[in-house]
């Protein structure tokens, strides 16, 4: 039995001896919830920003509440958001997905013409680049939802684009696609044919419902396993190109300058990564010593998660944790560690190793081969100083 708990009931508690309210009378009925919000007792879990990088919502970010999330699936109504020039109304009446340039044909899809393809069921993680990218210089941000919101993980459904390619043919010469959206942006992007004919889908539901407005309603693409940046919402043209465009979201943004002043450029994977997100400083241990459950979440662009190692004193000692529920390819994964806690300062860390070898390095180790300028891709080891008091805190160890 877990702390006395067992116990509460014998000494008289009214929750047990005393029949309430809500078994006094009748519950609503069924036709007052025609669409359910979640309860008003888990109000605070909710997108947030950080003030001082959404000077302007317009061009922004907001973030995932992951400390107090479960399971792997992110609900569409808490899932970060990112937009370079806000969300767009588009209906399902004036969406149109023009694929041209190097086909045979070139074609011109409605949302009903779109439905009529064969279709397919995916969960995928879709991480900005940004993700972790404030922390690049020391710990910054006191949250994992700050520190690693950046990121969901929905169920897809979709065609694969590869098959609305076909059917405008591709011409030989035909070597990278250039992906725009219907928004004001467009967020242009040049992805290689390869990954296209992979596993990219031209996805229209998330999480069995239709995609929410803010994450491209009625049409998005998603790119399994690429940054964030490449899953264009409001998907409206895909133009198949000898090579890429070199646009602005792919030269001056989503590079990485490094030491020598060189930039890394076309670092579209996601790189192993993983982060505890309880306890974690927006979810503090209340409940005292003895049992605890760390929990957290680890996901890399290159296939599965086969481990995650977890430490409680800063990367000296590793244990293994325990990998929960069905393991998706380029999908989060859930794991816990369930331990027992005897009140010391805790230096808690998560280490993620997928099915290339790949093991998550530290933010040292990343700093060293990257230097002190990049922004994008940062997967280094997070690590939450846990007090004897239960309150966790963004630190770093050398
Ligand atoms: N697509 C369009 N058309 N416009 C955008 O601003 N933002 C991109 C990408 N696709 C963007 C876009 C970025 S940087 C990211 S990280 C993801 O969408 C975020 O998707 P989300 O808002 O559904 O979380
Ligand atoms: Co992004």
């Known amino acids: 039995m ?3 708990a067992a116990h509460a009931g014998a000494a008289g508690d009214p929750l047990i001896t005393q029949v309430q309210d809500w078994a006094s009378g009748h519950g609503d009925g069924v036709d007052a919830t025609p669409y359910g919000l979640p309860v008003k007792y888990e109000s605070d879990v909710i997108r947030r920003n950080v003030d001082w990088l959404t000077a302007d919502t317009i061009s922004s970010i907001n973030f995932t509440p992951i400390h107090a999330l479960d399971g792997t699936i992110t609900p569409q109504g808490c ?3 990112r937009h370079h020039s806000g969300a767009i ?3 399902k009446q004036d969406y149109r997905l023009m694929i041209n340039g190097l086909v045979d044909q070139p074609l ?3 949302y009903e013409d779109l439905e009529r393809f064969p279709r397919e ?5 879709c991480e900005c680049a940004a993700n972790t990218g404030m922390e690049w210089a020391g710990a910054q941000l006191n949250g994992a939802q700050f520190t690693h919101g950046m990121i969901h993980n929905m169920e897809y459904t979709g065609v694969p684009l590869r098959t609305l390619l076909q059917e405008a043919g591709i011409q030989a010469a ?3 696609v250039y992906v725009e959206g219907a928004d004001a942006s467009s967020n242009g992007r040049s992805i290689p044919l390869e990954k296209v004919l992979d596993d990219c889908l031209v996805a229209f539901k998330a999480n069995g419902e239709a995609l929410r407005r803010e994450h491209g309603y009625p049409v998005r693409l998603v790119v399994p396993g690429w940054e964030g940046n490449l899953w264009i919402k409001w998907l409206r043209r895909i133009e198949v190109m000898d090579g890429p465009v070199e646009a602005k979201e792919e030269t001056s ?9 060189t930039a890394r450029k076309w670092t579209w994977e996601m790189d192993a990564k993983s982060v505890i997100t309880s306890p974690s400083p927006q979810s503090p241990i209340r409940h005292g010593t003895g049992p605890l459950v760390i929990t957290g979440l680890a996901w890399s662009g290159r296939g599965a998660i086969t481990q995650v190692d977890v430490s409680v004193d800063g990367g000296a000692n590793w244990v293994a944790a325990r990998l929960a529920g069905h393991q998706h390819d380029k999908a989060l994964t859930r794991f816990y560690l369930d331990t027992d806690w005897d009140g010391r300062e805790m230096l808690l860390q998560a280490r993620a190793r997928d099915a290339t070898g790949y093991v998550q390095p530290t ?12 922004v994008y891709h940062n997967n280094g080891i997070q690590t939450w100083l846990v007090t004897p008091n239960g309150e966790a805190e963004n630190v770093e160890v050398s």
């Open 89 to 91: 109304d588009l209906s």
């Open 253 to 261: 943004k989503y590079t990485d300058l490094l030491g020598d002043g």
């Open 108 to 110: 011109v899809f409605t």
């Open 174 to 176: 035909g070597k990278w």
């Open 79 to 81: 899932a970060f958001e």
């Open 121 to 125: 069921n995916h969960v995928y993680f």
């Open 363 to 374: 933010k040292n180790a990343l700093r060293e081969v990257r230097g002190m300028n990049s």
């Open 2 to 4: 877990v702390g006395g």
